[in-house]
């Protein structure tokens, strides 16, 4: 018997720095992994632990009982077991280790190469891929036996080949899902040589999900060659767990024991590879959140908190918590939107704005909750009601308009219908009166061609054209209160220039009260009667527009008007000014 | 003058369309820049507008169709991967998204010596290098064992940055460096870019949909508009008195941070886009 390849233990190489510690932190995890190296220990030493040769008979032993001599008992050629058992792990593990490595040595280059080049290496080993999984792996097995002769390690390179499509494809996939992100590029123009780019950064790509792979590979080689021994494939002379299977099954009425050790074994050994190959996916995707129902804690009670009914929309003391409360973003914030009257919320990323606006539609995203405070419409309490008294308060009452447009659309509804449904919903019309609302508005917010929009799938339009259908979506139903979230953002100057324009139009002539969500100053001086300065999940300033420009009372609120480059001269002006060519 | 140390002439860039003998996509139609040693030439225009695809030709991303590319009068539109080697001492990129152009699984460290490996710098060398270069980004010296992740966008982009200027290269394109990043943290960058030029002499092609932005940081602007360049010039005179009508609009529909200007700016605005459509309609009879 030749020397055991060692297994490429699945947490050999950690895909990333974490993953073998969450790996050891998951109990099934653990277990597995344990069996796992005690199943490979017990075959390595396997001449040390057996109690006699595998292939020692003696009449006395045949179907002999459990005993000191024999801890599994005798077969029926009165050889022992235990020992048969473990020579029989030999044959079956490094049966299976020359399948996964055939089927990598195929499937890891092709699939880079592929993944990484395209073309026509792609069209080609892919065509190839597809011709060999179509083949019926057991029937191409028996018959090249034929033709190679019965060797059982030759069946397995045969069948690690059959395999290789697998990883192949995985590989692929992955290699082509970030041949196109830009730390490749930059990896390009650093001047680094393909091999050195396959090696350094897809490698380490395709790493965890091919040690995943190869833990299932190796518990479907083993079974599939244990198949094939059991047929009487393999070398009669030689202990194997599926040789012991066919024997056990010959005695199977005389001693079930014969059958039921190889059979424990194959089991074990399978289920353990599976359950390491099932721990290490779920550490190598601990970062992809598991799916938990939107706002699984019930909202506070209404009520704590006094709320004025003057204003069309107040805030008091609003704190909006994530992870079960223990994260607070959002730290006691209190804000009135008047009836018509913009209201612009202005600071940075991670300053808590957005959850401002988001918690007065109840569209926190999972995992936030409002943990104290009072939000009113029109002096009617909001948090802590019933989702469809919400529904109705939403797009009736409360219109919203996203930052990114185009995936605010669902692209497989026709634009007309989407916003029609909402109308009909809300307003209760009929669908041809629905349909004149609708191509009404869409004329409304200045699209040249309501009937053609009216019958575009979202992916026709611009991001422009898009933003201004969301608009009129938001305004369908003649809300009190619109939430525009960052609506400019995404678009460019020219067309932002357009639709504050629009939104100004429609705010006056229909009396909207506004809240806007933004980061840029320019917007707020542009539309916004009142401006909010957030910072850190506080409101640090208030007032009106042209004080907060003119006389900003907060440090943070000064720091970043100052450091807005709209006033500054250009860099040719400064570099004359200093005349020596610096700026 | 300074010779140009990069001259783009007549450029023409296409994609292939999808769909047999379709037309192939044509993003740039005749483009001709030229950036000398040591100045900034911002590169303006709206989305869509071709400005990245000329920022990514010039550094062999995007399949060059006509037209040359000549640096440090060589021409490089057709250059071979070997050829590219050779240019990336030279010519370097920092991009748009500070959170994709890093590779997540890699340590600051790691990236930052990868450009150096090329150029043959031995280990321990390499590590001064590095050092010296989170140094001049400004970045803690224990960044180096960090991975990018762990980072702000700000300071990934200082990262991205210290591996563009690794192998001190004479030109650096910048794709839209500080569209991602806050206020506070696009101006701080901007001030790192300006010093780090004055200090390596290094040029940047500056390639912004930001008027603001680019009037802070270059010395020339040039304008596109549908893959083609409408208008070339003096930074400050193309930021504040444009010719184009494009770069007229552009420039009035960027809001002014302060309520009474803009107010004007905006009337401004209508009054520019009333005017120009007359002329479009008067041309059009």
């Known amino acids: ?583 | 003058m300074p010779e140009s140390l990069l001259e783009v002439r007549d450029l023409i860039v296409e994609y292939p369309s999808k769909g047999f003998r379709a037309q192939p996509f044509r993003a740039l139609h005749g483009v001709s820049i030229n950036v000398k040693a040591g100045e900034t030439v911002g590169l303006v225009g709206e989305s869509g507008s071709g400005k990245t695809t000329l920022g990514r030709a010039i550094l062999g991303l995007a399949p060059v169709t006509g037209g040359s590319i000549r640096f440090e009068d060589r021409e490089i539109g057709h250059a071979s991967r070997r050829e590219r080697r050779g240019l990336a001492r030279e010519l370097q990129v920092v991009f748009q998204d500070p959170y994709t152009s890093l590779n997540p699984s890699m340590t600051v460290g790691d990236i930052l010596t990868e450009p150096l490996w090329i150029t043959g710098v031995k280990r321990q060398a390499a590590k001064a290098q590095v050092r010296e270069l989170l140094d001049k980004v400004q970045l803690p010296k224990d960044a180096v064992d960090r991975y990018a992740r762990e980072f702000s966008g700000g300071q990934r982009q200082r990262v991205a940055i210290a591996r563009a200027l690794a192998l001190r290269p004479k030109l650096v394109v910048c794709d839209e460096p500080v569209s991602a990043l806050d206020l506070s943290t696009q101006a701080t960058v901007l001030d790192l870019l300006i010093e780090l030029q004055e200090s390596l002499g290094v040029a940047y092609l500056f390639v912004s949909h930001d008027l603001g932005v680019v009037r802070y940081i270059s010395h020339r602007v040039a304008v596109m508009y549908r893959g083609e360049l409408v208008e070339d010039g003096d930074g400050d005179v193309v930021t504040s008195r444009p010719e184009h009508p494009y770069t007229q609009r552009l420039l009035l529909a960027a809001p002014i941070p302060d309520p009474i200007r803009q107010e004007a700016n905006r009337a401004n605005r209508h009054r520019l886009l009333a005017q120009q459509a007359e002329q479009d309609e008067q041309a059009g009879l």
């Open chain 1, 1 to 583: 018997m030749s020397q055991l390849v060692p297994i490429p233990a699945p947490t050999a190489v950690p895909a990333r720095r974490g993953v073998i510690s969450k790996v050891v932190h998951d109990p099934l995890g653990v277990i597995s992994l344990v069996a796992l190296l005690l199943i490979v220990l017990a075959t390595v030493l396997a001449a040390v632990l057996a109690p006699q040769d595998p292939a020692r008979s003696s009449l006395d032993d045949i179907f002999a009982p459990i005993s000191a001599a024999h801890p599994l008992g005798g077969d029926s050629a009165g050889r022992d077991l235990l020992s048969r058992l473990l020579y029989g792990a030999q044959v079956s593990l490094l049966g299976a280790t020359i399948a996964l490595l055939a089927s990598l040595v195929i499937g890891l280059p092709a699939g880079l190469i592929a993944g990484y080049y395209g073309r026509t290496f792609d069209s080609v080993s892919s065509w190839a891929s597809n011709l060999l999984q179509a083949l019926p792996a057991i029937i191409v097995l028996l018959a090249l036996r034929t033709v190679f002769g019965p060797s059982i390690w030759t069946s397995m390179v045969i069948f690690g080949v059959i395999l290789a499509p697998g990883a192949y494809r995985l590989v692929r996939a992955t290699v082509s899902g970030v041949r196109n992100e830009l730390y490749i590029d930059a990896a390009l123009v650093s001047g680094l040589s393909d091999t050195r780019i396959i090696a350094r950064h897809m490698l380490r790509v395709v790493r965890g999900p091919l040690i995943m792979h190869s833990a299932m590979v190796l518990a479907i080689c083993i079974n599939i060659q244990a198949g094939l021994e059991f047929l009487g494939f393999g070398d009669p002379q030689t202990a194997s767990w599926g040789s012991m299977l066919n024997e056990g099954f010959l005695n199977i009425f005389q001693a079930p024991q014969m059958l039921f050790w190889p059979g424990l074994a194959l089991f074990l050994t399978s289920a353990a590879l599976a359950l390491v190959a099932s721990s290490l996916r779920d550490a190598l995707q601990a970062g992809a959140a598991k799916p938990v129902r939107r706002r699984s804690v019930k909202a506070p009670p209404a009520g704590n908190g006094a709320v004025p009914s003057d204003a069309l929309l107040s805030v008091r003391d609003l704190r909006v918590a994530y992870s079960g409360g223990s994260v607070e973003v959002v730290h006691g914030v209190s804000l009135d939107v008047a009836h018509g009257e913009v209201v612009g919320l202005v600071g940075e990323s991670g300053s808590g704005k957005t959850q401002v606006a988001l918690s007065v539609l109840d569209l926190l995203p999972t995992g936030g909750q409002v943990t104290s405070g009072a939000i009113a419409l029109a002096g009617e309490p909001l948090l802590g009601r019933s989702a469809s008294f919400l529904r109705t308060v939403r797009g009736h009452r409360i219109g919203y308009i996203p930052q990114e447009p185009l995936s605010n659309l669902d692209p497989s509804f026709r634009i007309g219908n989407q916003l029609s449904e909402v109308v009909r919903v809300h307003l209760g019309l009929s669908r041809a009166a629905a349909r004149d609302r609708v191509l009404d508005l869409l004329a409304r917010v200045g699209i040249p061609d309501p009937a053609r929009t009216y019958r575009a799938f979202p992916h026709e339009i611009s991001g422009g054209m898009a933003q201004r259908v969301l608009i009129a979506g938001a305004v369908s139903c003649d809300p009190e209160l619109l939430i525009a979230d960052e609506p400019t953002t995404a678009l460019d100057v020219t067309v932002q220039a357009d639709i504050l324009d629009l939104l100004r139009d429609l705010q006056q002539e229909k009396g909207l009260g506004v809240l806007f969500v933004t980061h840029d100053f320019g917007v707020v001086a542009d539309i916004c009667d009142r401006v909010l300065v957030m910072r850190q999940g506080e409101i640090v300033e208030d007032g009106p527009a042209e004080a907060i420009f003119d006389t900003p009372q907060h440090d943070y609120t000064r720091s970043l008007l100052g450091s807005m480059l709209d006033g500054r001269p250009a860099r040719l002006a400064r570099v004359k000014a200093t005349g020596d060519g610096r700026a």
